[in-house]
């Protein structure tokens, strides 16, 4: 986990905007779990907070939830798939149907002449749901109070190279990339920032952000009850990030943003 801090310090200093594409590509991290309301306790102990909520028709429960921290959205939804995904909202659906490698189409749900969904296996083990969207919306741009500036998406993944050409295909362009301390890259496309990792020791997927006065942000963390999984100092013994479990899955990195 130490080195991903120093990978993800080399990315805040290269990071920059991706080139115009022509396609809108929104991305969000889909969540499946079972209790809705102990992970949106946790999420909201890290700057999240509800902007939209789908109730089941007939029942008494939420059937999705989707919540923000000003960057990007995280919507939580009672489902049978397993592990965390991430759902894309494009205005050309078929222009993507085209460029994804075949190999990685999992399933297409198709409407006579049009497509419903694209079931996408990206390299690393994070499934993706592809859906059209004509309109759509994105974030308002702030910092997140509680841990700061969004970095990236984290992914483990054993071929980098691969990775970075299946990315490519939904029209993510590299922002950084490192050799040491090992093999890494970071892509953006809109308002989402994926970061690929072939350390062996990744822990993951993660949401991985960067903060002032860090100290202080991971104690109020623990002081509203988290413990962190790992803490990351430096050679001089001094706390410059933690890692946190989410209840289901999930892993947020808090990061010193200097």
């Known amino acids: 986990m130490k080195v991903l801090f120093v990978t993800l310090f080399v990315v805040l200093i290269c990071q920059g905007s991706a080139s115009a594409q022509q396609h809108f590509l929104n991305t969000r991290v889909l969540i499946p779990c079972l209790d809705m309301t102990r992970y949106a306790a946790?999420?909201?102990?890290?700057?999240?907070?509800?902007?939209?909520?789908l109730g089941v028709p007939n029942e008494a429960q939420t059937a999705l939830l989707r919540l923000t921290d000003g960057q990007i959205f995280l919507t939580l939804m009672r489902a049978e798939f397993k592990g965390v995904h991430l759902a894309m909202f494009t205005d050309d659906i078929a222009a993507y149907e085209k460029q994804i490698p075949k190999a990685a189409i999992a399933n297409i749900d198709r409407n006579g002449?049009?497509?419903?969904?694209?079931?996408?296996?990206?390299?690393?083990?994070?499934?993706?749901?592809?859906?059209?969207?004509?309109?759509?919306?994105?974030?308002?741009?702030?910092?997140?109070e509680k841990i700061g500036a969004f970095v990236e998406f984290s992914i483990g993944v054993t071929n980098l190279d691969s990775a970075i050409t299946f990315w490519k295909s939904l029209g993510y362009q590299i922002t950084s990339q490192q050799a040491k301390p090992y093999p890494s890259a970071t892509l953006k496309k809109d308002n989402f920032v994926i970061g690929l990792h072939t350390d062996p020791n990744f822990d993951g997927p993660a949401l991985s952000y960067a903060t002032t006065n860090v100290v202080t942000k991971i104690a109020l963390i623990k002081a509203s009850g988290i413990e962190p999984i790992t803490t990351i100092q430096n050679n001089k013994g001094e706390t410059v990030g933690a890692s946190f479990q989410a209840?289901?899955?999930?892993?947020?990195?808090?990061?010193?943003?200097h």
């Not at 946790?42 to 909520?53: A, D, I, M, V, Y």
């Not at 049009?114 to 994105?138: N, Q, R, W």
């Not at 209840?247 to 943003?257: A, C, K, M, R, T």
């Open 42 to 53: 946790f999420l909201e102990k890290f700057g999240f907070h509800t902007s939209s909520q």
């Open 113 to 144: 002449s049009s497509i419903d969904e694209i079931d996408i296996s990206a390299p690393g083990g994070v499934g993706i749901f592809m859906h059209p969207s004509p309109v759509s919306t994105l974030p308002d741009s702030v910092l997140n």
């Open 247 to 257: 209840p289901e899955g999930l892993i947020v990195n808090v990061y010193d943003l």
